[in-house]
């Protein structure tokens, strides 16, 4: 679990140097780096769900069907709070729509992700008060 949150941390700040590099513009012009945006905000939203997901079995929190009812069991049973719940089952949406229906991303939904990634340091700050 805890290789699990360093990995999450060094994803962050991956993103943050990308955010602070790159524009909309220099995604839209250059495919490694749409692709490398779309991997490392799949991967960072993968292990969030890991997390999740282990968290709940770990605990005996409920029996989902889906990764975003692990986020909702965490919300439930008082481990992330009902904001944060939201906003990630949100991003769980995005990880589906990056595996499934790659073609279709938006660009600049995508990049606008990019300001969202305060959402995973307060997961990590919520799930260790737990852990």
């Known amino acids: 679990m805890l290789e699990k949150l360093k990995l999450l941390e060094e994803n962050i700040k991956e993103l943050d140097v990308f955010r602070n590099r790159f ?5 839209a ?6 692709w490398g945006l779309r991997y490392g905000l799949f991967e960072t939203i993968q292990i969030v769900i890991d ?8 605990y ?3 029996s989902p069907e889906t990764y975003a009812e692990c986020i909702e069991l965490l ?18 949406g995005l990880r589906n729509i990056l595996v ?3 073609v ?14 305060e959402d995973f340091r307060s997961f990590i700050l919520e799930i260790k008060e737990h852990i």
Do not use: Q
Request: proline residues 0%.
């Open 51 to 58: 997390i999740a997901c282990h968290l709940v079995s770990k």
């Open 104 to 117: 279709s991303v938006d660009r600049k939904r995508l990049f606008e992700f990019l300001y969202n990634i």
């Open 100 to 102: 499934h229906e790659y």
């Open 75 to 92: 919300r439930k049973n008082g481990y992330i709070t009902s904001g944060l719940a939201e906003r990630l089952a949100g991003m769980v």
């Open 60 to 62: 005996n929190l409920g």
């Open 23 to 27: 524009t909309i513009e220099d995604i």
């Open 29 to 34: 012009d250059d495919k490694t780096k749409e």
